[in-house]
């Protein structure tokens, strides 16, 4: 299929406890006419705001590929990438559930308005910081928001290892 791809912005809580405007990229399939999956990336450990999704960046292009396939693809920057406002809380996953949870509910809202329809099957997935991401999801989902949406498979991948061996001499 053909794909739309959008920038959403949208609230979502900040570890302090205040809403913090966030950014994600939301990619839709052209043309179809049944009601579709919504899959939920997590992205790896990027370096610059704008290596987030709702950039086109290599990490958006993830659900465009989704979306091509029929899916509809939602993708959170996280808190402080992409256009959301602060410091980036890197590998907490609360925040990170926090934020990816609120971009499925802004992918939910707006169904109506971008011309499609969900169906109850949800996906998700990510790599590196997006495992730990999607591992964070997938326990928000199941405790808080289980009567929003039902989980239909689960791929939390790689979750980053060795952070401060790693990252010491950077």
């Not at 959008?6 to 006419?33: D, F, I, K, M, W």
């Not at 959170?76 to 996953?93: K, M, N, Q, S």
């Not at 809202?109 to 591992?135: K, R």
């Amino acid at each position: 299929f053909g794909v739309e791809f959008y920038r959403v912005e949208y609230l979502t809580e900040h570890p302090n406890g205040e809403l913090v405007s966030a950014s994600g990229a939301l990619c839709l399939p052209v043309g179809v006419q049944c009601p579709l999956s919504l899959t939920s990336y997590q992205h790896g450990t990027i370096a610059k705001k704008t290596d987030a999704p709702s950039f086109q960046s290599s990490e958006g292009l993830l659900g465009v590929m989704y979306a091509s396939a029929g899916y509809v693809a939602a993708m959170a920057d996280y808190i402080g990438l992409g256009t959301g406002e602060g410091f980036h809380p890197y590998v907490h996953a609360e925040s990170e559930a926090s934020a990816c949870l609120d971009m499925m509910r802004a992918a939910v809202q707006l169904q109506d308005d971008l011309g499609f329809e969900l169906n109850d099957q949800v996906f998700l997935w990510g790599y590196s910081q997006g495992g730990h991401a999607t591992m964070a999801l997938q326990r928000k989902i199941e405790l808080e928001a289980s009567e929003e949406f039902t989980i239909t498979a689960s791929a939390p991948m790689s979750g980053p290892y060795d952070i401060s061996g790693t990252q010491a001499a950077v």
